[in-house]
């Protein structure tokens, strides 16, 4: 069974620019999770999606990010303009409706100069 | 917001030796998961409990679900190199809405 993928792994951008992350989850699974990992802290809910509808984005800061699922399936999460804060790896993670047990991708490091 | 508090932050010990970390929260969830990231990796699930008192056991692991469901605890057997990486703990609302904790970062060496 293929894992969540993500792309890209790896993204450099300057302070001010805009960046697009892409997620595939597993066949199936109805609920997709993007979460923030700042350099020695855990994962932060960042928005959580059933199927193409959001169930929870009370920790997106809107001004700036923002992420769709387009068919309940794929998911992007956009960020315009970035900040040096936004430097993190943000993980794409999916599970079955009602599971609660979370399968990650392997994350898109970004680094803000 | 549930807040969950891991300890230690950073634990360095030898092969063989025995460990527990923790993870406390002043709410109570519907079920808390245990997490294994390696630099450069997502985090890979280890277990879920769900059931107040819970214990399980996975090889050289064992999983504690408190009684009132608002903490847990990990403990490793005989520690090997391999056991090295961020273990990291989740709770959430009825398999909703996960949360983690800062994590403890393990350092096993040989």
């Known amino acids: 069974e293929a894992g969540v993928a993500q792309s890209p792994r790896y993204k450099i951008i300057e302070k001010r620019q805009s960046v697009a992350f892409w997620c595939n989850p597993i066949?199936?699974?109805?609920?997709l999770y993007w979460y923030q990992q700042i350099l020695g802290q855990g994962p932060k809910l960042l928005i959580q999606?059933?199927?193409?509808?959001?169930?929870?984005d009370s920790q997106l800061p809107k001004d700036r990010f923002s992420a769709e699922r387009l068919k309940g399936v794929d998911s992007t999460l956009k960020i315009q303009p970035a900040k040096l804060e936004d430097s993190a790896v943000y993980l794409c993670?999916?599970?079955?409706?009602?599971?609660?047990?979370?399968?990650f991708g392997e994350g898109s490091r970004l680094t803000v100069l | 917001t549930q807040l969950l508090e891991q300890s230690p932050q950073f634990l360095s010990i030898q092969e063989g030796e025995n460990l527990t970390v923790y993870c406390n929260s002043s709410?109570?969830?519907?079920?808390l998961q245990w997490y294994r990231q390696e630099p450069g990796e997502g985090p890979v699930l280890l277990v879920t409990v769900v059931t107040g008192g819970e214990v399980k056991k996975l090889k050289r692991l064992t999983f504690q679900f408190g009684d009132a469901r608002k903490d847990s605890s990990l403990h490793i057997t005989a520690a090997q190199p391999g056991d090295t990486g961020l273990y990291l703990c989740a709770g959430g609302a009825n398999n909703n809405d996960m949360r983690f904790g800062a994590g403890t970062r393990l350092t096993v060496k040989p």
């Open positions: 993670a999916s599970s079955p409706l009602r599971s609660g047990e979370l399968f």
């Open positions: 999606f059933q199927n193409n509808g959001v169930v929870d």
């Open positions: 709410s109570v969830f519907s079920s």
């Open positions: 066949s199936g699974h109805a609920t």
